[in-house]
């Protein structure tokens, strides 16, 4: 049986190569140069097989090779062009969607009407809710969210003594960042449910192997295959058994009485809040929907937020260094504001240091993912006809000397120096959006959720700041692990904390 799905698997794979193959063959984007392939008849191929293996060091040298231009590299079955340096980084933020589209840039990538289902592609409104709402509320719910990281931090790091215990790094933040992601989103009890935790963790997961499986399957097939071996309607179901009477009772209560219910108890949450821009959609006031779109943000908001948080505890832990003036900064800032978010927004050093983090570590060597929907011309001249997948070098945009000194290096307080600069105060600050940091996204599509992010983010860091002293397992480093374009915080390390001396 296995062998015969095996069998099927590469026929496919073949199937699909010559399929692109012939199309590709008709390209014209041959006038913009391609990095790491070669010539011949299986060049192609060849190519996208260095770009898997090798995807960050390409892009870094194409992007050294092609300043302020194009260059396109072999993306599995497709070509990839990228662009880089300011104008061309203005021109993709400015194109309309119907020239450069964001959703289906991201769809090409996650096929995500198959992998989170339909309506998630199709009527996002949960994008808006996210921007507003719910970045409205941080403030408010801030408390809650203090408390949960406590909570979470007891039972998850219990070193109750100046004995050193030792934990596992990833498998303890995950939790920690789905028990704080969905107080905001569900609230309490449910957000401490080990089995509500557990799924929400491993959704993300499903959906990337999901994805991996589409990405070999001809599009006509697709939504089949999603169907037959995607996780999306056993995710679905897994997690309705825990938020589906809920919803289903908030929905009722809602009909009812709009916003105003008696008493005033009505949640502060993300299901409110989305009921609120569902008002007059039916078909976004079901179970169903609603539960994909709480899946989805979960998807959004958990993996992001802990490889951003590891990847700056590892450099933390590895530069002690950097351990006093953080503790001093939280610890004067919390005695005037206490535990709020007027107080994360004061914590302009611990800010600096987690950008900086994220600014060597952005996750990804190519992000700001665009498809042309018609044929588009950047203002340098190159054109790409409609159908071209379109991305930023977001890592190597990191790294540009003339945006930073000494880019490739570590420097924790850049940031916050910028910020003590006259009139500069917000534009350097981690959520910024701006042309050299990336790490969020670009123009109208950037992440709306990173306010909440990089609160939650600094929040925790500030916390184990204060509550712990921590530090590596021999032989663990801060380093990325690279797999095509995809850096991610040590899986595997292992973290050593005791009661703060
Ligand atoms: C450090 C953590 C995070 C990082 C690095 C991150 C990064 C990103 C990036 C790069 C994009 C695409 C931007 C583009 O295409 O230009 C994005 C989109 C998105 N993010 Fe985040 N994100 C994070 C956390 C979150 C959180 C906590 C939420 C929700 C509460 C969230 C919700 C979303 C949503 C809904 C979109 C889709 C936006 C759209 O389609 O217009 N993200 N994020
Ligand atoms: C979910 O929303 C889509 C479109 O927005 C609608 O077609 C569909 O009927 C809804 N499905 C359910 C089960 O509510
Ligand atoms: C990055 O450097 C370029 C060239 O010096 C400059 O024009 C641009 O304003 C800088 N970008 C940002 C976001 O400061
Ligand atoms: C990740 O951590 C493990 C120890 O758990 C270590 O052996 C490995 O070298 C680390 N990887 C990197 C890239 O630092």
């Given at each position: 049986m296995s062998s015969l799905v095996g069998a099927a698997v590469v026929a496919l794979v073949v199937f699909q190569v010559f399929r692109k193959s012939l199309k590709s063959g008709a390209s014209s984007l041959d006038a913009i140069p391609s990095v790491g392939v070669p010539g011949g008849l299986f060049g192609f191929y060849v190519g996208a097989w260095n770009y898997i293996k090798n995807g960050r060091d390409l892009t870094e040298e194409g992007y050294l090779k092609n300043p302020g231009g194009a260059f396109k590299v072999a993306f599995m079955h497709r070509w990839l062009v990228i662009v880089n340096g300011q104008a061309m980084i203005e021109d993709l933020r400015k194109a309309?969607?119907?020239?450069?589209?964001?959703?289906?840039?991201?769809?090409?990538?996650?096929?995500?009407?198959?992998?989170?289902?339909?309506?998630?592609l199709h009527d996002p409104y949960h994008v808006p809710v996210v921007r507003t709402s719910l970045t409205r509320n941080i403030g408010i719910c801030f408390p809650?969210?203090?408390?949960?990281?406590?909570?979470?931090?007891e039972d998850l790091v219990p070193a109750k003594t100046d004995e050193w215990i030792t934990v596992h790094a990833m498998q303890t933040i995950l939790p920690v960042v789905s028990r704080v992601s969905n107080q905001l989103f569900i609230g309490l009890p449910k957000c401490r449910d080990p089995d509500y935790i557990k799924i929400t963790t491993q959704f993300a997961l499903d959906v990337a192997k999901d994805a991996l499986l589409l990405h070999l399957i001809p599009s006509s097939l697709r939504s089949l295959a999603a169907r037959l071996f995607g996780h999306l309607e056993t995710s679905t179901r897994n997690i309705m058994k825990h938020v589906g009477p809920m919803i289903q009772h908030r929905i009722e209560m809602d009909d009812k009485y709009g916003p105003d219910w008696p008493n005033g108890d009505r949640p502060n949450d993300l299901i409110s809040w989305l009921l609120d821009e569902a008002r007059g959609h039916p078909e976004r006031r079901t179970v169903r929907n609603l539960t994909h779109t709480l899946l989805h943000l979960n998807f959004a908001a958990i993996h992001t937020t802990t490889q951003g948080f590891l990847h700056a505890f590892y450099t933390l832990a590895s530069h002690p260094e950097y351990v006093q003036p953080l503790r001093e900064e939280i610890e004067?800032?919390?005695?005037?504001?206490?535990?709020?978010?007027?107080?994360?927004?004061?914590?302009?050093?611990l800010d600096s240091f987690m950008k900086e983090s994220s600014r060597l570590a952005p996750g990804a060597a190519v992000g700001v993912m665009r498809k042309a929907l018609k044929d588009f011309t950047f203002s340098d001249g190159t054109t790409v006809p409609a159908g071209t997948l379109i991305a930023l070098p977001i890592l190597a945009e990191h790294h540009s000397q003339a945006n930073y000194t000494n880019g490739g290096a570590f420097d924790p307080f850049r940031f916050s120096r910028m910020r003590e600069e006259a009139g500069e105060g917000i534009k350097h600050q981690m959520a910024s959006l701006t042309h050299d940091f990336l790490t969020f996204g670009l123009g109208r599509h950037a992440c709306p959720g990173r306010f909440f992010a990089v609160n939650e983010q600094?929040?925790?860091?500030?916390?184990v700041l204060v509550t712990y002293d921590f530090k590596l397992k021999d032989g663990v480093s801060a380093e990325d692990e690279w797999v095509w374009i995809v850096g991610s915080a040590n899986k595997t390390a292992e973290i050593m904390f005791k009661k703060r001396s």
């Open positions: 309309p969607d119907d020239f450069l589209s964001s959703a289906e840039g991201n769809n090409a990538m996650l096929h995500l009407e198959h992998v989170l289902g339909y309506e998630q809650s969210l203090r408390t949960e990281v406590v909570a979470a931090f004067s800032v919390t005695k005037s504001e206490g535990w709020t978010k007027a107080a994360m927004g004061k914590m302009v050093k600094k929040l925790i860091m500030a916390h």
